[in-house]
């Protein structure tokens, strides 16, 4: 069932239009935005794995996402795929996983033009259908609050807790992780105007995301791609490396920055690997620039053949967390990073997938992302970068606050 919207939308407003529905989403995936609502089913926690491991069913001529799975993969999930200690405490965060199946969605072209898809009549579909043509308006713009932003590794505290990681570093124990910090600020307005404030501070996103759970609102302007996968190749896009904008040919030049995107990319390959046929590994693109509004990076892409009757969750579980926001060796870096951090990292740095009915795959990064507790009056980020040897603590603690320029912005304050 496919059915064409008439003219040319944005799908900031046909989100808009669906947030009274349950389960309001949209995601990016493989080119092309989905917007959706009314799931007809949901895994949560472990269970998501489960969800993931059912045989594909694609139907012919209805885009993949109706009927596939959207959600949340959180940085405490990773404790499912590997052995580690519990996570630091995360106050009114969302849960370790969640995916939902929508059986219709919204499939929205980077040029505006939009179909709704469906199995087959459902509710969902009509609930779709009816928004679309009964609502108006776009996501509420509000002016910036002005508010005081709080860190959870103030001034010397950040700069203390890189030294601990460059002190294992020395030891041989680790070679790069991953320090993060979360912001809170107050908000009042609602996840949907921060939504608009975020995506329009920050740019142009690759993966931006927005979905709605039961706890809270996810919302992602993340540049970085985790992991995606179509007819029988899986390919990351590792993101390493940070200067101010414009100073992008400073970082490439950059020996630390270098190193650390190597380990990086090495990471990845061996991550891919346990999927991959033998030799089935490459590394088309190395260390490329990827801009944007608020910093310059470096990013490279590693491609694997896929092994035959290898699932969306043999996939995930590969690679997931993605290297660029844990560090090497990778488990001993999620040790690493539950000693070191003093909270949680709600769904941050974990990774927004959408999954189509036929086994398609496309996971972000969930950079530059915020949270929104139900019905608590205040806004959450997180940001930080990674640690090596050559890391100086000054200048570790900047590139954190620098990667926190989109919600300082949408929120109204300036870094300290």
């Known amino acids: 069932m496919a059915t064409p919207l008439a003219g040319r939308v944005s799908a900031d407003a046909l989100l808009a239009q669906v947030l009274h529905l349950e389960r309001p989403v949209l995601v990016r995936h493989l080119g092309r935005t989905i917007v959706a609502a009314c799931p007809d089913e949901v895994a949560r926690g472990a269970s998501v794995w489960d969800a993931l491991r059912r045989p594909p069913r694609a139907r012919h001529g209805v885009n993949p996402m109706a009927g596939g799975w959207i959600g949340l993969l959180a940085d405490r999930l990773a404790g499912t795929v590997e052995l580690l200690p519990g996570s630091p405490p995360d106050d009114a965060g969302p849960p370790a996983g969640d995916v939902a199946r929508y059986p219709a969605v919204i499939v929205v072209d980077d040029d505006g033009r939009a179909v709704l898809m469906a199995e087959g009549p459902c509710p969902a579909a009509d609930a779709l259908m009816d928004a679309v043509h009964t609502r108006t308006g776009g996501l509420p713009r509000v002016p910036p609050p002005g508010t005081d932003v709080r860190s959870s590794l103030p001034g010397a505290m950040y700069e203390a807790a890189v030294e601990r990681a460059r002190d294992l570093i020395r030891a041989g124990d680790i070679y790069q992780v991953n320090l993060v910090q979360r912001l809170d600020a107050g908000w009042v307005a609602g996840p949907a105007a921060l939504a608009r404030a975020l995506w329009a501070a920050a740019g142009p996103a690759a993966h931006r995301a927005y979905l709605d759970l039961p706890e809270g609102t996810v919302i992602s302007a993340s540049p970085e791609r985790m992991v995606a996968t179509?007819?029988?190749?899986?390919?990351?896009?590792?993101?390493?490396g940070t200067s101010a904008p414009g100073d992008f040919a400073a970082l490439a030049a950059s020996t630390k920055d270098r190193a650390e995107h190597v380990m990086i990319v090495d990471l990845v390959r061996n991550d891919l690997g346990r999927i991959a046929r033998p030799g089935g590994v490459s590394v088309p693109r190395l260390m490329d620039p990827l801009v944007t509004a608020y910093a310059d990076h470096m990013v490279s892409a590693v491609r694997a053949e896929v092994r035959e009757h290898t699932g969306p969750a043999d996939v995930l579980r590969a690679v997931f967390p993605a290297g660029s926001v844990t560090g090497a060796p990778k488990v001993r870096a999620l040790e690493v990073i539950r000693e070191i951090e003093p909270v949680g990292r709600g769904p941050a740095f974990g990774s927004v997938i959408a999954v189509g009915s036929d086994g398609s795959v496309d996971a972000s990064v969930t950079i530059r992302t915020a949270w929104i507790p139900r019905e608590v009056p205040r806004a959450q980020y997180w940001s930080g970068g990674a640690v090596v040897w050559d890391s100086d603590p000054v200048a570790e603690r900047e590139e954190a606050w620098r990667?926190?320029?989109?919600?300082?912005?949408?929120?109204?304050s300036t870094a300290p």
């Open 403 to 412: 990667k926190a320029a989109p919600f300082l912005a949408a929120v109204g």
């Open 230 to 240: 179509e007819h029988g190749v899986a390919w990351s896009e590792p993101i390493k």
